[in-house]
């Protein structure tokens, strides 16, 4: 396996290439993209963990400070009929959180030719994060019987499957930050995708999103678990928490918690309200009937058809900032460019570009700059309006079946760049006219 990350070359002590680096090189040896890497992604040289202490094989970099990027692309097996393997890349970036709540899973044992990819946006700590990376994939695996029901295709066993499992490691979970007795109140959304034999599942609680690019064309797959706005997964998730006695302030449950499903967030359970979280007060005058957050999964079976191009996992970091009408036309550059970045090899690029798009450094990278497009006349105020302040994880999944050379790739502005030359090679000259006549 060969692992690149965002300081340009290999990881120590992985000898087996299995991608083709000349793309890759051509491409980071771009001007721009080189000022975005050295400006944007120091980080630590080295790995703080593997996920193949656990039969995995992805590096997980550590993330100190703000504005860390780091980001892998790794070939992985594939179940899908005469089709290159399927290709992952991804990227975690900590905005301006004073904790990184974000984690990425990528494994691909256990499920008989099937890969889990998940991404988990924690809140009120890091908790809940830590156990549901290792104790959600055992449990999925175990409910879904070492992937014999994934083979067999019946989606009715395979969703039944998939909510028990969600639901038990909820009350694990419960219990585990009962007794570790830190960030008790924690919790986390979850966006899990299971892949092969022609077909994904997706699993999915909280305000993470899966996207899809069917022949170019942006695919939403997963509703946001958010009591508020007008949609239909909204309506339902607001009817449901009042007739669990619960209300609404400010897009807000009881003025508390912004997603409506969540592991953990004991608070909001009926469990944490006879237990006296709340101020008696407060319980006096309510009377709750159920859970107002639950971890109960919206389940999708997604064919893969071969128009399917690539899937995308990613926390609301990304997508608050991309579906803002405000900012829309600079998210569908972000997703053409990074197409083309994936057509070159630059997986970790194309990662990375749909995160910084979002998160503008004090220099004002937009995604305008980043890809060497005209940028905007920016106001502080801009800046600072356009930048999201979340943590940011994502994960592509290249299906191969997608013919990237065939597709219309942007051509430079030859006349531009003829200019430009002409330009530079004649404030050359005048300085060394110049320095002849001071010598």
């Known amino acids: 396996m060969y692992l690149i990350d ?15 680096t000349g793309p890759l090189i051509m491409a980071l040896l771009r001007p721009h993209l080189h000022r975005f890497h050295s400006n944007s992604l120091r980080q630590s040289a080295y790995p703080s963990k593997t996920t193949a202490e656990s039969g995995g094989g992805l590096l997980v970099y550590p993330t100190y400070g703000r504005h860390r990027c780091s980001a892998i692309a790794i070939d992985a097996p594939s179940s899908l009929t005469g089709v290159t393997p399927i290709r992952w890349g991804y990227t975690s970036v900590q905005g301006f959180r004073d904790e990184m709540e974000d984690d990425i899973v990528i494994r691909s044992e256990a499920l008989d030719n099937f890969s889990f ?22 449990e999925c695996v175990g409910a879904l019987q070492v992937g014999s029901l994934l083979s067999g295709g019946d989606f009715a066993a395979i969703k039944e499957a998939l909510i028990k499992a969600f639901e038990s490691v ?16 924690s919790g986390s959304t979850a966006t899990v995708m299971l892949i092969g034999n022609d077909v994904s599942f997706i699993a999915h609680i909280g305000d993470s999103c899966a996207v899809l690019s069917r022949s170019g064309q942006i695919e939403e797959l997963t509703d946001s678990h958010r009591p508020y706005g007008s949609s239909k997964a909204a309506i ?5 928490i009042k007739d669990a006695g619960g209300w609404i302030v400010n897009g807000r ?10 592991f953990g967030d004991i608070r909001m359970l009926k469990k944490g309200v006879d237990e006296g979280r709340w101020s008696d007060k407060f319980v006096s005058r309510i009377e709750f009937k159920g ?26 970091g990304l997508w608050d900032y991309m579906k803002r009408d405000k900012y829309r036309a600079n998210g569908d550059l972000c997703f053409a460019n990074a197409a083309k970045m994936w057509f070159c090899n630059t997986y970790m690029l194309a990662c990375e570009a749909l995160a ?5 450094n004090n220099e004002k990278l937009s995604s305008q700059a980043f890809f060497n497009q005209e940028p905007e006349t920016d106001t502080p105020s801009m800046i600072q309006d356009r930048r999201s302040e979340d943590n940011i994880s994502i994960i592509i999944a290249d299906l191969g079946r997608t013919e990237w050379k065939n597709l219309p790739v942007q051509r430079q502005n030859m006349v531009v760049e003829l200019v430009q030359a002409v330009a530079t090679v004649g404030i050359v000259t005048v300085g060394i006219w110049m320095t002849s006549l001071l010598s």
């Not at 965002?6 to 083709?20: A, C, D, M, Q």
């Not at 449950?253 to 969540?262: F, H, L, Y």
Request: aromatic letters at 8%.
């Open 170 to 185: 909820d009350q694990n979970l419960l219990k585990w930050l009962e007794t570790n007795g830190e960030e008790d109140e």
């Open 291 to 316: 859970d107002m957050v639950v971890a109960t999964p919206d389940i999708y079976q997604v064919p893969l058809t071969s128009d399917l191009e690539f899937i995308i996992l990613a926390s609301d």
């Open 356 to 360: 910084q798009v979002a998160l503008v």
């Open 253 to 262: 449950i009881c003025g508390d918690i912004a997603v409506s499903r969540a």
């Open 236 to 240: 339902q998730e607001m009817k449901r």
């Open 117 to 138: 990819a998940a991404v988990f946006d924690g809140h009120a700590g890091s908790s809940s994060v830590k156990f549901l990376r290792e104790e959600l994939y055992k």
């Open 6 to 20: 965002s300081t340009f070359g290999p990881r120590p002590n992985i000898t087996k290439p299995v991608l083709e």
